[in-house]
C-alpha cells in the first residue's frame, strides 16, 4: 500500500514563494508518476503539475512560469515550488499518483496567498 504525505502549506503574501513536499512510502518511487492537484470549496480538484517517471513534466496554464514541479527518487520524495503567489492560488494541495489504475492520494495541505 503506497502512501502520500504532504508538507510545507501554510499563508504566504502575494508574491511569496511556498515548496511543498510529497513523500512516498514506496521502494518503487521511482516508477510512479507524480502529481500535485488543488481544490477550493464548491470546485472540482484541478491538476495543477505532474512529473514522470523520467522527468518530463506538465503544468496547468494557471501556473507555468511560476511553479516548478521536481522529484528526488533516492528520497522518494516530489516537491512543488511556487513562486509569485497570487490570492487565486489559494486552496487545498494534494499529491496524487496511481497504483494499477487505483488513485492514491495524501491528507492535503493548505496554502493560503493573502497580505
Known amino acids: 500500500q503506497v502512501q502520500l504525505v504532504e508538507s510545507g502549506g501554510g499563508l504566504v503574501q502575494p508574491g511569496g514563494s511556498l515548496r511543498l513536499s510529497c513523500a512516498a512510502s514506496?521502494?518503487?518511487?521511482?516508477?510512479?508518476?507524480m502529481d500535485w492537484y488543488r481544490q477550493v470549496p464548491g470546485k472540482q480538484r484541478e491538476l495543477v503539475a505532474s512529473?514522470?517517471?523520467?522527468?518530463?513534466?506538465k503544468y496547468a496554464d494557471s501556473v507555468k512560469g511560476r511553479f516548478s514541479i521536481s522529484r528526488n527518487n533516492t528520497e522518494k520524495t516530489s516537491y512543488l515550488q511556487m513562486n509569485s503567489l497570487r490570492p487565486e492560488d489559494t486552496a487545498m494541495y494534494y499529491c496524487?499518483?496511481?497504483?494499477?489504475?487505483?488513485?492514491?492520494w495524501g491528507q492535503g495541505t493548505q496554502v493560503t496567498v493573502s497580505s
Open positions: 496524487h499518483t496511481t497504483r494499477f489504475g487505483v488513485n492514491i
Open positions: 514506496t521502494q518503487s518511487f521511482w516508477f510512479y508518476i
Open positions: 512529473i514522470g517517471s523520467g522527468g518530463t513534466t
